[in-house]
């Protein structure tokens, strides 16, 4: 039995300084506000989810969690920028926002393929800004469809007219392409970045 589709994501994180959370996610990061669930949630829109910040004590939870500076590095926020001016952008304004701390400036990761930056919020979680480095298309920016016509018309031109099975298989980082035959068998493998 499959299970159904997901309507969405969303992100909990629980604040003991609720409102300093709410200005540094608003204001500092300008992240838009997409509502709230009564005065103890506030629900801000990231690319692909949502972000809630929850006033610590609050939860449909009979254990609620508490904020990070109490209970240690269990998430980061991550905060996916297009480009490296983009990431060096939130660190000019996370540096003189007055909330949270900067951990570390912009730097280059060969290891991850990425550049990024480093930050608290108010209640202690980890903020990272990052741009991949790497000709990498993430799979949370494309549409499928779309992602799926071009794929095909990387097929076209990679595969041999006599191909008996086709394989698109969407990764983390691309759309890989394997021809393979009847029996299974991979013949020729592709991975194509493709852009939504």
């Not at 983009?86 to 550049?115: C, E």
């Not at 549409?143 to 016509?149: G, H, M, R, T, Y």
């Amino acid at each position: 039995m499959s299970l159904p589709q997901l309507d969405g994501s969303i992100i909990f994180i629980y604040a003991k300084d609720f409102e300093a959370s709410c200005r540094f996610y608003g204001e500092v990061l300008g992240l838009e506000r997409a509502g709230e669930l009564g005065g103890d949630v506030q629900i801000f829109l990231l690319s692909g989810c949502y972000l809630a910040v929850v006033k610590q004590g609050v939860s449909a939870s009979a254990t609620p969690p508490r904020c990070a500076a109490e209970a240690g590095d269990t998430a980061i926020v991550g905060l996916l920028c297009k480009s490296t001016k983009d990431v060096d952008a939130y660190h000019v304004r996370l540096q003189g926002a007055g909330l949270g701390s900067v951990l570390s400036a912009p730097q280059r990761n060969d290891t991850f393929g990425l550049y990024n930056m480093m930050a608290r919020d108010p209640n202690g979680y980890l903020v990272e800004a990052r741009a991949h480095t790497v000709s990498v298309v993430p799979l949370y920016s494309i549409n499928p469809v779309e992602a799926l016509c071009d794929a095909l018309a990387v097929v076209e031109a990679i595969v041999p007219p006599k191909a008996t099975h086709l394989a698109v298989m969407f990764r983390p980082a691309a759309v890989v392409i394997c021809e393979m035959a009847s029996s299974g068998q991979v013949h020729h493998t592709s991975a194509s970045c493709v852009s939504g």
